[in-house]
């Protein structure tokens, strides 16, 4: 059985921060060959890859839009990654989901994007709303 259980989702104040959780359960997978990703989407457009970060060595990949801004990072004894989103904004509004794949972070970069085909299991969602 493969979980992907996210947490963190909440109201924000423009400019402020929010930190959110991703645990990993997948007892028959081999998470070495792994990647912890987050992808958003708001209403009325698609979904699109935000983070991710490779569960064995700590390589990340990041969107334009959230350079400078986000860190992700993991603790790969617990098989959970966190994504710390700081200086938001009202376009950062969107359901956030968790998701892991058996896609490098060099592949990643070689393709220039984060497509959602490439990853396997997704967690549930929680929306994260920036606004006054």
């Known amino acids: 059985e493969v979980q992907v259980v996210q947490s963190g989702g909440s109201l924000v104040q423009p400019g402020g921060s929010l930190r959110l959780s991703c645990e990993v359960s997948?007892?028959?997978?081999?998470?070495?060959?792994?990647?912890i990703a987050w992808f958003r989407q708001a209403p009325g457009k698609e979904r699109e890859g935000v983070s991710c970060?490779?569960?064995?060595?700590?390589?990340?990949y990041y969107a334009d839009s959230a350079k400078g801004r986000f860190a992700i990072s993991r603790d790969r004894t617990k098989n959970t990654a966190y994504l710390q989103m700081n200086n938001l904004t009202s376009e950062d509004t969107a359901v956030y989901y968790c998701a892991i794949g058996s896609i490098g972070i060099a592949t990643i970069e070689a393709i220039g994007s984060m497509s959602p085909r490439f990853y396997d299991y997704w967690s549930q969602g929680t929306q994260v709303t920036v606004s006054s």
């Open positions: 970060i490779n569960l064995k060595d700590g390589n990340t």
């Open positions: 997948a007892f028959t997978l081999d998470l070495d060959y792994y990647c």
